[in-house]
Nanobody, 129 residues
Framework: QVQLVESGGGFVQTGDSLRLSCAVS????????MGWFRQAPGEEREFVAT?????????????LYADSVQGRFIISKDNVRDMVFLQMNNLKPEDTAVYYC?????????????????WGQGTQVTVSS
């Protein structure tokens, strides 16, 4: 089992920045990819970013981003502290959502699909205009 706990959400203004954190515990060697997804009210959960967690192939894939956040958001990790981060810059009202950290154990599959194996409880991000 892998446990994920997000933090860092909040209420900000358009153009502000936020940094989300995700603490990974349990079988931290299990995931091959760690990702961030978000879900706005009445909408489906959508992909934000993902990156390889451990292993040669996942690390070779690097980082993937949704087109809507490319150039504004940065996903990063700290394997020593077992943490994943999402730096969000130049936030827009359309970024308002609950943000979820997710872990994928498979080496393959659609990394942009919300078919990850483990999920955190989510953290709310609200961007006011």
């Amino acid at each position: 089992q892998v446990q994920l706990v997000e933090s860092g959400g909040g209420f900000v203004q358009t153009g502000d920045s936020l940094r989300l954190s995700c603490a990974v515990s349990g079988r931290t060697s299990s995931p091959n990819f760690m990702g961030w997804f978000r879900q706005a009210p009445g909408e489906e959960r959508e992909f934000v970013a993902t990156m390889g967690w451990r292993g040669e192939l996942p690390l070779r894939i690097g980082r993937l981003y949704a087109d809507s956040v490319q150039g504004r958001f940065i996903i990063s990790k700290d394997n020593v502290r077992d943490m994943v981060f999402l730096q969000m810059n130049n936030l827009k009202p359309e970024d308002t959502a609950v943000y979820y950290c997710a872990a994928k154990t498979a080496h393959n599959g659609n990394l942009r699909s919300p078919t990850y194996d483990y999920w955190g409880q989510g953290t709310q991000v609200t961007v006011s205009s």
